[in-house]
C-alpha cells in the first residue's frame, strides 16, 4: 500500500517516512523543490532501508495549486507535515500563514478528489491547544478540548503559533465540509535523534543551549521524543476508532528544568546559568495524555530524549 508524507525531508517527517518503510508502506515522500534543493536534503532519505523502490520522491509546493494531485493519486494514506517553523519571519503573512493555511487547505483538497485516500493525518502541535486565554498554572490539567485563541496569538506576534492555529481551525471546517476522516497530531516541543543533515527549530533550542548561550529563555514548553512523535502518526493511522485530536507531551518544563538535566547528563558542557529577563519563572501546567497512551504510545523520558539529542548533534557535526 502506497502513502504521502508531505514535507518528507523534515525533522518529524523523515522518522515517519522511516517508520513507514520499515513497516513495508510505499512512500510517495514530497519536498519543496527536488532540482535547485542541495541534494543532501534528500540523501538521508534515500539511503533509509528499503528505501530502494519503496521510496519515490516529488516535488510540490503548498503554494501551488493541485501540486500534491498526483502525489496523492493511489494513496491510503496522507501524513501532512510540512509547514514552515521558525520564530522570526520578517512577513509573518507571505512566509508562515500562507502555506500553513493555503498549503494545509491545497493539500485537503487532493486528499477529498482521491478516492483511494482513506484517512489524512496532520501534523499540528500544542500550540493549537494550550494559548485559549487561560492562565496556565502547576494545577491546570490542558487537554484536548482546548483550543488556542487565534485573536490572543495575533496580539502577541504569535506568528508561528497564529499560522497552526489557523491551519488547526481549517483543517476542521475541511473535514466537516467534505466528510473526509482526519487525525490530527498535536505535539510538544519535539526533541530527540536527528535523521537529516539541517538543524530545525526545535532541536536548535536545545542546541543554543549547548552552544554557549549566556542566558536560557524565561519559558515553560512541553518536550517529546521525535520517534514517539512519527509513531503516533502511524498508529492514529492505521487504528481504525482513533478520532480527533491527540496531544503529544512527555513533560512541560522550563528552561531552567531544561539546564539543571543537560548538566546531570554531560557535567562538563558549559551550560547558561542565568535567566533572559528578571521576571519570575513561567509556571509549569499539566497536559493530559490520556488519549495517546490509550492509542498505544509509550512516551520516553524527556532525559533519554535530551541525552539523544545531544549525541545526535555531536554525530552530525554540530557540537565538536
Ligand atoms: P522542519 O523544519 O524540519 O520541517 C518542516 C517541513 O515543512 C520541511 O520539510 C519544509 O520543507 C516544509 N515546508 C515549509 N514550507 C513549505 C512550503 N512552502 N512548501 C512545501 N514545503 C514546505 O520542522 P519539523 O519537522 O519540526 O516540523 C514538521 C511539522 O511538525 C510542521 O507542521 C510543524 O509545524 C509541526 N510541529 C513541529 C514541532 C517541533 O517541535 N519540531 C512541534 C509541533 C508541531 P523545506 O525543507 O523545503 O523547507
Known amino acids: 500500500e502506497a502513502v504521502c508524507v508531505t514535507g518528507g525531508s523534515g525533522f518529524i517527517a523523515s522518522w515517519l517516512v522511516k517508520f513507514l518503510l520499515q513497516q513495508g508502506y510505499i512512500v510517495h515522500a514530497t519536498v519543496r523543490d527536488l532540482s535547485v534543493n542541495d541534494p543532501k536534503k534528500v540523501d538521508h532519505l534515500k539511503a533509509l532501508p528499503p528505501a530502494n523502490g519503496m521510496l519515490k520522491l516529488f516535488q510540490a509546493d503548498l503554494l501551488v495549486e493541485g501540486s500534491f494531485d498526483s502525489v496523492i493519486d493511489g494513496c491510503v494514506g496522507v501524513f501532512h507535515a510540512a509547514s514552515p517553523f521558525y ?130 529563555l524565561n519559558a515553560t514548553f512541553g518536550w517529546v521524543n521525535v520517534k514517539d512523535v512519527a509513531y503516533a502518526h502511524i498508529l492514529a493511522f492505521q487504528t481504525p476508532s482513533a478520532s480527533g485530536r491527540y496531544c503529544l507531551v512527555e513533560r512541560v518544563a522550563h528552561f531552567s528544568d531544561i539546564v539543571k538535566a543537560l548538566h546531570e547528563l554531560y557535567p562538563r558542557i558549559s551550560l547558561p546559568q542565568k535567566c533572559a529577563g528578571d521576571e519570575p519563572f513561567v509556571p509549569t501546567y499539566q497536559v493530559s495524555i490520556e488519549k495517546a497512551k490509550a492509542l498505544g504510545i509509550d512516551f520516553t523520558p524527556l532525559e533519554v530524549s535530551l541525552k539523544e539529542t545531544v549525541e545526535s548533534l555531536k554525530e552530525n557535526g554540530f557540537l565538536n
Do not use: H
Open 87 to 216: 520564530l522570526t519571519p520578517t512577513d509573518p503573512q507571505a512566509e508562515l500563514l500562507e502555506p500553513a493555511v493555503r498549503g494545509t487547505l491545497n493539500v485537503l483538497k487532493s486528499c477529498a478528489k482521491t478516492p483511494s485516500v482513506k484517512r489524512v493525518v496532520v501534523t499540528s502541535s500544542t500550540a493549537v491547544v494550550t494559548y485559549n486565554g487561560k492562565p496556565l498554572t502547576p494545577e491546570v490539567v490542558v487537554d484536548e478540548s482546548w483550543f488556542s485563541n487565534a485573536e490572543i496569538l495575533k496580539d502577541s506576534k504569535s506568528w508561528y503559533q497564529l499560522s497552526k492555529t489557523l491551519a488547526e481551525e481549517a483543517v476542521w471546517k475541511f473535514a466537516k465540509e467534505n466528510e473526509l476522516d482526519i487525525i490530527t497530531i498535536n505535539p510538544a516541543m519535539v526533541i530527540g535523534p536527528l535523521l537529516q543533515p539541517t538543524l530545525n527549530t526545535s532541536s536548535a533550542a536545545i542546541f543554543n543551549l549547548i552552544k554557549g548561550s549566556e542566558t536560557f
